[in-house]
């Protein structure tokens, strides 16, 4: 079998490993089925799709192992590898600190994403990440709609121990950004990471919010936001492709943050994501703790599914 055999604490072998299994593992039973090694490309595509790597990605994969020579399992897989490695070779995504020092303070993120894909928990662990990195840093609730946003981010804030600036349930969210960064000014704050309302159902109201809160933030901070990052749940597989384009049609998104990795089957949707798309994974989340946010590698994640 041709895996790769290293093992590595920068790899995501652990988090990946029900993606690695309902692949390869599938693929392997058909390529072996009676005993010798058999060409079935058919099913092969039936595997990635159901990996929910999506359907224009999946076509690209199997077009190229069409196109090219391979008379054993060990260079199909070759194959399939180089071809997953070249949809993250020509996507630029520069590590979040370097691109925080190249801009004057404040840097500001806005977070958007639907609720319940984990944005709050993303936001909390996210400040943990960069605060040991040696950055000081707020928090802006702006997300006054959902119930529970606020007592969460107080939550994740006290935890962290950062700043956390909110106002009441129902407040204007574009006000409570402006107030936030009034303040990170103040007190020559490094980054701000502002928290969104993610209601979908309401698309026209949730564009005109964010175009107002990027419009505050833009008179108190030039540039701002300087980071736009998408927060979505890899459990929902083909349903983060539509969430993408929605939020896409009204937003810039600089990067996304994939969260619940580990718990999934449907690991490639990193791979439709990307070659769908072209926008930059920043971060995945990989469990519930604090420290379970890591930065993101496409090399590694590749390496990573076809490790034994």
Same mark, same amino acid.
């Given at each position: 079998m041709f895996f790769t055999k290293r093992k590595s604490k920068d790899t995501f072998d652990h988090e990946l490993k029900k993606t690695r299994e309902s692949l390869f593992s599938r693929i392997k039973n058909i390529l072996f089925r009676k005993e010798k090694f058999n060409i079935d490309l058919d099913h092969i595509e039936e595997i990635l799709l159901s990996s929910d790597i999506g359907t224009t990605t999946t076509i690209k994969i199997i077009n190229y192992i069409k &196109?090219?020579?391979?008379?054993n399992i060990k260079e199909l897989y070759a194959l399939l590898k180089e071809e997953m490695e070249i949809l993250f070779m020509d996507i630029k995504n520069e590590r979040l600190e370097q691109k925080i020092q190249y801009e004057n303070k404040p840097y500001v993120i806005m977070m958007i994403g639907i609720n319940g894909v984990g944005k709050t928990t993303t936001i909390g662990k996210l400040a943990f990440l960069l605060k040991k990195k040696g950055f000081n840093l707020m928090i802006g609730a702006s997300d006054t709609f959902r119930a529970a946003a606020i007592p969460q981010l107080e939550i994740w804030a006290k935890k962290? &121990?950062?700043p956390l600036i909110k106002q009441h349930r129902h407040a204007d969210p574009a006000s409570v950004a402006y107030d936030t960064l009034q303040s990170a000014k103040s007190k020559n704050i490094d980054v701000v990471l502002i928290d969104t309302a993610g209601r979908l159902q309401n698309r026209i109201g949730l564009m005109e919010e964010l175009s107002k809160i990027s419009r505050v933030m833009n008179q108190v901070v030039s540039k701002a936001p300087h980071e736009i990052m998408l927060v979505l749940d890899a459990t929902t597989g083909q349903h983060a492709f539509e969430q993408v384009n929605k939020f896409s049609s009204f937003v810039k998104i600089s990067s996304i943050v994939l969260t619940k990795l580990e718990g999934t089957a449907k690991g490639g949707v990193v791979l439709g994501i990307?070659?769908?798309?072209r926008i930059p994974i920043k971060y995945i989340g990989i469990g519930?703790?604090?420290?379970?946010l890591k930065e993101f590698d496409g090399k590694k994640f590749v390496d990573s599914l076809f490790i034994n």
């Open positions: &196109n090219k020579k391979y008379e962290v &121990n950062v990307m070659d769908r798309f519930e703790k604090i420290q379970d």
